[in-house]
């Protein structure tokens, strides 16, 4: 089940830290910078379409500059077309939009680590994607729904 996740060069710190602290709990990664630099879009487009078909989790990292990025809205829709389990990273004090409020935000590192026993739950209680076969069965959606669901109270909780 690895872990797709997507960030701007200027959030790399950010994204390396989540990245290396899934990688210490055996959480398969995919850290892709999604700046443009030496790409075209169709490029960018044909990477993310396969990064978001071979893994299981998306996360966003954000900054204030990031939020309302079109890349970030196409992300979240092929994320939830695809009943993956959608997280943001958002280190910033500032407010998340809206829009982006169903689904879990982790702001602190702490955040991660409940990330990661919400990942490891999911295994454990067998509420894994379903095989490729039955993708976008009603059963990936309702457990993609309790994820995030889970994930957003323990953070709102703090454990």
């Known amino acids: 089940m690895p872990v797709f996740?997507?960030?701007r060069r200027d959030e790399r710190l950010d994204a390396f830290i989540l990245n290396e602290r899934l990688?210490?709990?055996?959480?398969?990664?995919?850290?892709v910078p999604f700046d443009s630099e030496g790409q075209t879009l169709d490029?960018?487009?044909?990477?993310?379409?396969?990064?978001?078909a071979d893994a299981t989790h998306w996360i966003g990292v954000l900054s204030?500059?990031?939020?309302?990025d079109w890349?970030?809205?196409?992300l979240l829709g092929a994320a939830t077309m695809a009943n993956r389990r959608v997280s943001f990273y958002h280190a910033s004090t500032a407010e998340l939009p809206e829009c982006l409020g169903r689904w879990p935000a982790m702001r602190e590192r702490e955040h991660i680590e409940l990330f990661v026993r919400a990942y490891h739950d999911e295994q454990t209680f067998?509420?894994?994607?379903a095989s490729m076969a039955r993708s976008g069965s009603v059963s990936d959606r309702?457990?993609?729904d309790f994820f995030h669901a889970d994930l957003?109270?323990?953070?709102?909780r703090g454990f």
């Open 5 to 7: 996740i997507s960030y």
């Open 23 to 31: 990688l210490l709990e055996g959480i398969p990664t995919q850290l």
């Open 43 to 52: 490029d960018l487009h044909d990477g993310f379409c396969q990064h978001m």
């Open 64 to 68: 204030e500059h990031t939020v309302d």
């Open 71 to 74: 890349w970030t809205a196409w």
């Open 126 to 129: 067998g509420r894994s994607m």
């Open 142 to 144: 309702d457990n993609a």
């Open 152 to 156: 957003k109270a323990k953070i709102r």
